[in-house]
């Protein structure tokens, strides 16, 4: 079956750095597109970075040279380091695979980010 588990979420300042993970079962890194997402209160879901699976990354505009999307096909998981994270970062984070032919889609439960002094 397949799962996405997001972690390492929490609070951090401005200014400060996290490190999300997504771990993945059930599914090859080698298929699927791999991307983080977030959701602020009251606002909508937004795309914030995908990786393919050859290794190419976008990145949304507002998290660009911030930002990291990377991947270790062999662990199955995907990161997205966040530096100089500022208040408007705060959302809840996950973690989306979508297979690169049939675009079948799976979702992790996500993961809070707070930034705040």
């Known amino acids: 079956q397949v799962q996405l588990v997001e972690s390492g979420g929490g609070l951090v300042q401005p200014g400060g750095s996290l490190r999300l993970s997504c771990a993945a079962s059930?599914?090859?890194?080698?298929?699927?597109?791999m991307g983080w997402y977030r959701q602020a209160p009251g606002k909508q879901r937004e795309l914030v970075a995908l990786?393919?699976?050859?290794?190419?990354?976008n990145y949304a505009d507002s998290v660009k040279g911030r930002f990291t999307i990377s991947s270790d096909n062999a662990k199955n998981t995907a990161y997205l380091q966040m530096n100089s994270l500022e208040p408007e970062d705060t959302a809840v984070y996950s973690c989306?695979?979508?297979?690169?032919?049939?675009?079948?889609?799976?979702w992790g439960q996500g993961t809070q980010v707070t930034v705040s002094s």
């Open positions: 989306n695979a979508v297979h690169r032919i049939t675009s079948t889609k799976y």
């Open positions: 990786i393919t699976p050859g290794g190419g990354t």
């Open positions: 059930g599914i090859s890194f080698s298929l699927y597109v």
